[in-house]
């Protein structure tokens, strides 16, 4: 029988931090307010598009599984926040990689969409139609944020994350994934303004997420339920046989309520949410680089994953970890870094949102 295993891992976390102190110098918030209300402390936010974030997150995973770019047949980029639509960026990634026979494709189902590539990847490994996958969730989301929507704008950070899948004759890697999407909730998450319609061919574009928190919450809390109880049942497991939840990261309280509802202790839960804030596509890639680092994935363990996002797409994976933990090789591959504060590089988001930011400015910078 034909596996997907995971065999490498990378991410890219922008080095600005915007911390809720920060946040509050330019909304009206505090760090006691946001962190109480979602779990999150901080953001990382780029200097750099999201095939550059994706670009290096995959140098590091393919050194990691000790994989040579050339031998990977796909290339796919989960992401909601391409700097183009055509062509795509999993081309630019794959080009920049040295991929030369991979074929290439950008995944969009928002923030599931690094969990859907994962799958889709893997559904072909173990059909036999490739051997070797690079999938990738990035996100520079950031310049989406709009500063005059304060219920909203604290929510999102950027990143990437990155894994190597091969085909392996080991039980491993994703051995059930369900991808789902809840009805009737496709406008409670919605990014008008992203993307061809004909009002674009007329008015400035204008991105402003819309965003009903509420019914999000609702929502995600049972499309995500429905999805674990699917593939546990698929693999005649129940949360007991579960080592590692790593669920996506958009708020402490959907994955406390998550986990409550499966009767699943949070120390088993990997939290990343207060250091990245929501990374949509690039969140549990990023979460599982952390958790891989801190120790916390163990060979052979069975890890439960979930996700949901816009759409109201939503997923859950048992995956099946192999027998190595550690990385074969570490790539010396950088990004230069920013020359300014987190202020000097949002300054013309800033201003495109309408928000004097000029008294935060490093002199010189604007
Ligand atoms: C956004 C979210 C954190 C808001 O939490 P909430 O408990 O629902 O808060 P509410 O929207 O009810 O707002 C409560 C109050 O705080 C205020 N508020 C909103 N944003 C605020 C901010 N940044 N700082 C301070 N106060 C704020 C509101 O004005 C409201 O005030 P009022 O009671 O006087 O009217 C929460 O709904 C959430 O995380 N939803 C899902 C997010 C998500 O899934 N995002 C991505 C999907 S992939």
Redesign the pocket.
Known sequence: MRYAQITGWGKYAPPLLMTNDDMAKI????DE??YS??GIRQRHYSHVSTGEMAWLASERALAAAGVDAADIDLVILGSTTPEEICPNTASYIKNKLGATKAAAFDLNS??TSWFYALNTASDMIKAGSINKALVIGSERISLAMDWKK???C??FGDGAGAVVVEASQQQSGLLAGKMSCVPDSREC?HLPGWGMSPAHLTDDIFISLN?E??E??KS?VKGMSDAINDVLKAEGLSADDIDLFIP?Q??I??IQTLAKRLDFPMEKVVVAIDEYA?T?AASIPLAMCDALEAGRIKPGMTILTAT???GLTCGAGIIKWGERIEPIAVSDKSIPEFDGTVFDLMKDSFSHYGVDAAHLLTEGKF
């Not at 909304?27 to 505090?30: G, L």
């Open positions: 909304v009206d918030t505090s307010w946001i209300r979602s928002a923030c304060r219920e909203s604290f929510l998450l965003f928190g509420q999000i919450f995600a996506h958009a708020n309280r959907i929501n949509s949901f996002g816009a």
